[in-house]
């Protein structure tokens, strides 16, 4: 059965530095997403992407935060200049008609 | 925007009794899905479903749409059960809101 995956599984980074998290959807799908969990608490949207061009951004998505879909395959998130407070973990999920999104395994982001 | 609320919060119960876990709304929703968060962190789809009834195996769940709420029944339980339920809505815009989630403990 396809799946999402997501590289790498865990990051740890310094506070300051950019930060690429990257997931690969599922081949035929058209909508993607990044969501984020800071630990003990609930999943969070950030951002959705279709058709090449973002379509919809929380409050959460500020300046900082960058997506892009390089190619036919990878869709990435850009954080320019990490924050301690950025520290949880970040799913990707992706959506053939926008209903049911398919969640990756998500990338553990550790700021120090 | 939409309001999700999720309980119990938390469920302790022993191998083999069954559970209902429920989810409130507080606007029409397009999209509703049931995730269960392992150990592991990672969220497994459980059920796509905005309205009706589905089973999968030990779990079902019924969305009332017109009444705001879903529920998520276990049967059987397993200490694999264990984890993290969280309910998801989509009520017009594109990413999902998801409630807090219902922690539940199965004791062998």
């Known amino acids: 059965e396809p799946e999402v995956t997501q590289t790498p599984s865990h990051q740890v980074t310094q506070m300051g530095q950019e930060v690429i998290l990257r997931c690969v959807p599922i081949?035929?799908?058209?909508?993607f997403y990044w969501y984020r969990q800071i630990l003990g608490q609930k999943v969070e949207f950030l951002v959705s992407?279709?058709?090449?061009?973002?379509?919809?951004k929380s409050e959460i998505f500020d300046d900082q935060f960058s997506v892009e879909r390089p190619d036919g395959s990878n869709f990435t998130l850009k954080i320019r200049s990490t924050k301690l407070e950025d520290s949880a973990m970040y799913f990707c999920?992706?959506?053939?008609?926008?209903?049911?999104?398919?969640f990756g395994p998500g990338t553990r982001l550790t700021v120090t | 925007g939409i309001q999700v609320e999720q309980s119990p919060p938390d469920l302790i119960l022993q191998e083999g009794a069954n559970s209902t876990l429920r989810c409130n709304f507080s606007?029409?929703?397009?999209?509703l899905q049931w995730f269960h968060q392992n150990p592991w962190g990672q969220l497994i789809n459980l059920f796509y479903i905005p309205s009706g009834t589905k089973q999968n195996g030990r779990l079902s769940a019924t969305t009332v749409a017109t009444e705001r709420y879903s529920l998520l029944y276990i049967s059987s339980s397993q200490t694999t059960d264990s984890g993290v339920y969280f309910c998801a809505v989509e009520g017009g815009a594109d990413g999902l809101t998801f409630g807090k989630g219902t922690h539940l403990i199965i004791q062998p």
């Open positions: 999920a992706s959506s053939l008609n926008h209903y049911e999104q398919y």
């Open positions: 992407f279709y058709n090449n061009e973002i379509s919809e």
């Open positions: 081949s035929n799908h058209l909508y």
């Open positions: 606007d029409s929703v397009n999209n």
